[in-house]
């Protein structure tokens, strides 16, 4: 009994530890883990990339014809954006075998800050669609891609995506958290795919029945689209940024509590 009441006294106070230490360490950790997952490396990078090239190359010369400028800027933007989404529902089929198999519970016994790991998964979200995005546009050069804004603004618009996929990342992990098995967080593909559909990318907005462009204008992919082709074709950058921008904040603040409770009730349950 001493023994263990001298090895538990020697462990570091929770709060010992920086959040932001911890978050980094979870967030090298997720990355190394999903690596070498191939469900989260197709959904990540094999299928975005797969969905540029068949976009422009089937829809390529179709969409610039309507006005919109030159499709590989959209088309970039578009399946950049994709990859978040598609992403982080790869990753929280990952989260639920976590739950289910125990190991978040054993990392919540851990003396560290709690709100740290799903800051971490957070942060790894980011990286990881940073990553993603920083392929995806090496793969369009060779189809007309250009940082014609400049690499600074190219730098920006990988930021954009990043942001972005923060922002969907806090709810989907929120139902990850609380669903009763991964059929319920795939469900989310059938919504995934109205956005990729009816979004300012796919198609210019004006080319939508008029009672839809308001929906297709202001839902979250279209000013993010729109932000990463300011920042690299050319054009506003501020609007679309600002509305981006909100869209991510009130995510955050809406599914930010459900996805922390629903992640320390997954943990503490097993």
Same mark, same amino acid.
């Given at each position: ?135 995806? +546009? $090496? #793969?369009? =050069? ?9 690499? /600074?603004? &190219?730098?920006? *618009? %990988?930021?954009?995506?990043?942001? +972005? $996929? #923060?922002? =969907? ?9 609380? /669903?009763? &098995?991964?059929? *319920? %967080?795939?469900?989310?593909?059938? +919504? ?79």
């Amino acid at each position: 009994m001493t023994e263990t009441m001298t090895d538990a006294a020697s462990w570091p106070a929770r709060q010992a530890v920086p959040v932001l230490r911890q978050s980094v360490v979870q967030a090298s950790a997720l990355l190394r883990s999903w690596s070498r997952d191939p469900g989260i490396v197709v959904q990540s990078i094999v299928f975005p990339v797969f969905l540029l090239l068949m976009f422009q190359l089937v829809l390529g010369k179709t969409v610039t014809s309507m006005g919109g400028g030159d499709s590989i800027f959209g088309n970039t933007g578009l399946v950049a954006l994709v990859g978040a989404l598609f992403g982080t529902l790869a990753t929280a089929i990952s989260l639920i075998h976590e739950r289910d198999t125990g190991l978040l519970a054993r990392m919540w016994t851990l003396p560290v800050p709690r709100p740290g790991f799903l800051v971490g998964r957070l942060l790894a979200e980011a990286v990881r669609t940073g990553i993603a995005t920083v392929v995806l +546009f $090496a #793969v369009a =050069i060779p189809l007309g891609f250009r940082f014609e804004q400049g690499i /600074a603004a &190219g730098i920006g *618009a %990988v930021l954009v995506a990043m942001v +972005f $996929a #923060v922002g =969907i990342a806090v709810p989907v992990i929120a139902m990850a958290t609380v /669903a009763s &098995g991964r059929q *319920a %967080v795939q469900q989310l593909n059938g +919504f995934f795919l109205l956005l990729l559909f009816f979004n300012g990318g796919f198609a210019p907005v004006s080319e939508y029945p008029g009672w839809l462009q308001p929906v297709v204008r202001y839902q979250p992919m279209t000013p993010a689209i729109d932000t990463v082709r300011g920042l690299t074709e050319g054009g506003p950058v501020a609007e679309p940024l600002a509305i981006t921008v909100l869209w991510t904040v009130g995510l955050i603040i809406v599914f930010g509590p459900v996805a922390f409770r629903g992640y320390r009730h997954a943990a503490e349950r097993r």
